[in-house]
């Protein structure tokens, strides 16, 4: 099959398949239009005038494109793997890797341009193949393997914040086992209230609600279990937050209070 067919069907499909996950998949789940547009503002409130605005009205992207965080989060993206791309490298993988390159740069958040984060991940896979080309038609421009190796070492010191690993990683493991005793007493597929650090463990059930700022006005009425540290509040949440939820579900008669140990407290709708 000739490539600019497979690439035909390729761009075809991955259109369909962001049609179909814009427009009727996350809305129908959400209720709402696709989360992430909200960062894209400049270019539009839907997903369909964001890319009408791309074709019709091009210079607004400008500042985004051509800046200096734009360049910085390119050369920091392909620096550990620099060693092997070079001009007569075969860049043919990497326009599978350009919508979600687009993307990450368009964006407003800064979070996406950060390799902190998971939003250069689906980018990688496209690199690697770049990589593996290189070496195996011998066009790498460094070739030594102990110079690779050093290489590889200094990018990953340098960019890979290894010392969270000790640090913010690590820092609920003082109630570690308190949470994990907590979530086995969690029993059926009802509602939970929880933080955002506890929530990834809770995400098979139909409804996880987050105990985020502001979250002691929502409604609870479809919540059967609350989980709550109080030791570590989890993002976009705070001490005071988990305290007001704790005694206002401790105020609440169809509430009893199950599980308390280390400042993780459970509490369960009778």
Not at 7 to 21: D, R, Y
Not at 49 to 56: D, G, M, S, Y
Not at 122 to 147: D, G
């Amino acid at each position: 099959m000739p490539n600019y067919l497979v690439l035909s069907i390729a761009i075809i499909f991955g259109l369909g398949w962001f049609v179909i996950a814009t427009q009727i998949i996350i809305p129908h789940f959400s209720g709402s239009e696709v989360a992430a547009v909200d960062r894209y503002s400049y270019l539009g409130d839907s997903v369909f005038e964001i890319i009408k605005n791309l074709f019709l009205q091009p210079w607004r992207i400008g500042n985004q494109v051509f800046s200096l965080g734009t360049l910085e989060y390119i050369f920091l993206l392909i620096l550990p793997v620099l060693w092997a791309i070079s001009p007569r490298s075969n860049f043919a993988p990497l326009i599978g890797a350009i919508p979600i390159l687009f993307i990450n740069i368009l964006s407003e958040s800064a979070g996406q341009r950060n390799l902190v984060h998971q939003y250069s991940l689906p980018i990688l896979p496209w690199l690697f193949l770049v990589v593996i080309a290189a070496m195996a038609s011998n066009k790498t421009w460094l070739k030594r393997s102990r110079i690779i190796l050093i290489w590889s070492v200094c990018t990953f010191l340098a960019l890979a914040k290894f010392g969270y690993f000790g640090s913010l990683y690590l820092e609920s493991i003082d109630t570690w086992q308190a949470t994990r005793e907590a979530i086995t007493q969690i029993e059926n597929q009802g509602g939970v209230l929880t933080t955002t650090d506890i929530a990834p463990h809770l995400t098979h059930r139909p409804l996880v609600q987050l105990a985020t700022i502001g979250s002691e006005s929502d409604d609870f009425s479809n919540i059967e279990y609350v989980l709550l540290n109080a030791r570590h509040p989890g993002w976009a949440s705070s001490t005071e937050t988990i305290h007001n939820l704790r005694e206002k579900f401790r105020q609440m008669p169809e509430f009893q209070l199950k599980y308390q140990q280390d400042d993780v407290v459970l509490f369960t709708k009778n």
